[in-house]
């Protein structure tokens, strides 16, 4: 059984930083690619960022430049959230795959809340 445990969230001043880490535990030998989601009040879960095995990344056009996400090894991977806006306040779920991209996840964290103040 594949478990992901998020932390790092909280609440932030907009301009300030947070980093969120996710660690894997179980049988994760099919890990290709881990990740970030967030969902909103009232909107839909989106993704942020993902990065694969060999380290190749992909970042949603909002957070581009702000997010950077980075893997140590294949169980943990982190996202560190630069100028902060408040849109940026959600829900943030780790997520992980098989495949080399991360739109359908097979793994969910349970989420973690961060809140961006104006």
């Known amino acids: 059984q594949v478990q992901l445990v998020e932390s790092g969230g909280g609440l932030v001043q907009a301009g300030g930083s947070l980093r969120l880490s996710c660690a894997a535990s179980g049988s994760i030998f099919s890990f290709n690619t881990m990740g970030w989601y967030r969902q909103a009040p009232g909107k839909q879960r989106e993704l942020v960022a993902s990065i694969t095995r060999r380290g190749g990344t992909n970042y949603a056009d909002s957070v581009r430049g702000r997010f950077t996400i980075s893997r140590d090894n294949i169980r943990n991977t982190y996202l560190q959230m630069d100028s902060l806006k408040p849109e940026d306040t959600a829900v943030y779920y780790c997520?992980?795959?098989?495949?080399?991209?991360?739109?359908?996840?097979?793994?969910w964290g349970q989420g973690t809340q961060v809140t961006v103040s104006s």
């Open positions: 997520a992980a795959g098989p495949r080399s991209e991360l739109y359908s996840p097979d793994y």
